[in-house]
């Protein structure tokens, strides 16, 4: 019998929470192992349960959800990190995924939706609602410059392009390749360091435009 991938939730309304539990646990490949109503409490929670993956709402009293995950990727906790909130604010979006979250899923989505998309998250992609893409895409490429050529790419720091793109974390990443996650986190400083780049967010986004473009000229 394969393990359930363990959930900590970290969200300040006790409803939520309750309803989260039951639909989470409605499915055979997850198991919730802990709610937390606050910042420091699932920061806690998370360094002690050590989950496979954390459900993290934005606006909290006190301690944020940005602080809150901040936090958790400074404290090196090993889950894959999945803001669950009612906002889709640009800002918010981006202010999240750059600060480290592995995905971004609004709470309207349908049940169906948010299994499938745990389910990916656990695989190493990230994930975003549908809703949020067209918002993020703006918000990149209004706000960064982004370059027209990546000649100066070695073929592996293409390949770890494509994957990067395909919203595959460096562990993943290095497993597809058959190499450290040391050295995959080399050719990603070195690629977005030759494409003037600044995170993964804007690197995924600009390979999109790149496909889009290469789609829509004539061979």
Same mark, same amino acid.
């Given at each position: 019998?394969?393990?359930?991938?363990?959930?900590?939730?970290?969200?300040?309304?006790?409803?939520?929470?309750?309803?989260?539990?039951?639909?989470?646990?409605?499915?055979?490949?997850?198991?919730?192992?802990?709610?937390?109503?606050?910042?420091?409490?699932?920061?806690?929670?998370?360094?002690?349960?050590?989950?496979?993956?954390?459900?993290?709402?934005?606006?909290?009293?006190?301690m @944020?959800?940005?602080?809150?995950?901040?936090?958790?990727?400074?404290?090196?906790?090993?889950?894959?990190?999945?803001?669950?909130?009612?906002s889709?604010?640009?800002?918010?979006?981006?202010t999240?995924?750059r600060?480290?979250?592995?995905?971004?899923?609004?709470?309207?989505?349908?049940?169906?939706?948010?299994?499938?998309?745990?389910?990916?998250?656990?695989?190493?992609?990230?994930?975003?609602?549908?809703?949020?893409?067209?918002?993020?895409? =703006?918000?990149?490429?209004? @706000?960064?410059?982004?370059?027209?050529?990546?000649?100066?790419?070695?073929?592996?720091?293409?390949?770890?392009?494509?994957?990067?793109?395909?919203?595959?974390?460096?562990?993943?990443?290095?497993?597809?390749?058959?190499?450290?996650?040391?050295?995959?986190?080399v050719?990603?400083? =070195?690629?977005?360091?030759?494409? @003037?780049?600044?995170?993964?967010?804007?690197?995924?986004?600009?390979? =999109?435009?790149?496909?889009?473009?290469?789609?829509?000229?004539?061979?």
């Amino acid at each position: 019998m394969e393990t359930r991938h363990t959930v900590l939730i970290i969200d300040d309304h006790a409803l939520f929470r309750r309803g989260m539990v039951q639909l989470i646990d409605m499915d055979t490949d997850f198991r919730v192992i802990g709610e937390a109503a606050s910042g420091p409490a699932g920061l806690e929670m998370a360094e002690r349960l050590r989950p496979d993956l954390i459900l993290l709402d934005l606006n909290m009293p006190g301690m @944020n959800g940005i602080d809150t995950l901040t936090l958790l990727r400074e404290r090196n906790v090993d889950a894959r990190l999945i803001v669950l909130t009612v906002s889709d604010n640009q800002r918010d979006v981006v202010t999240a995924l750059r600060a480290g979250a592995h995905g971004y899923l609004l709470k309207d989505m349908e049940p169906e939706d948010l299994w499938e998309n745990l389910k990916r998250a656990m695989k190493g992609v990230s994930v975003l609602s549908e809703a949020i893409t067209g918002t993020l895409i =703006h918000a990149v490429t209004t @706000n960064q410059h982004v370059p027209a050529v990546e000649t100066d790419l070695t073929a592996r720091e293409s390949e770890v392009l494509n994957y990067i793109a395909e919203g595959m974390c460096n562990k993943t990443i290095a497993r597809e390749l058959g190499i450290s996650v040391g050295t995959v986190k080399v050719h990603v400083k =070195h690629l977005l360091h030759k494409l @003037n780049l600044h995170s993964r967010l804007e690197a995924v986004v600009w390979h =999109h435009q790149r496909e889009s473009l290469a789609q829509r000229t004539p061979s």
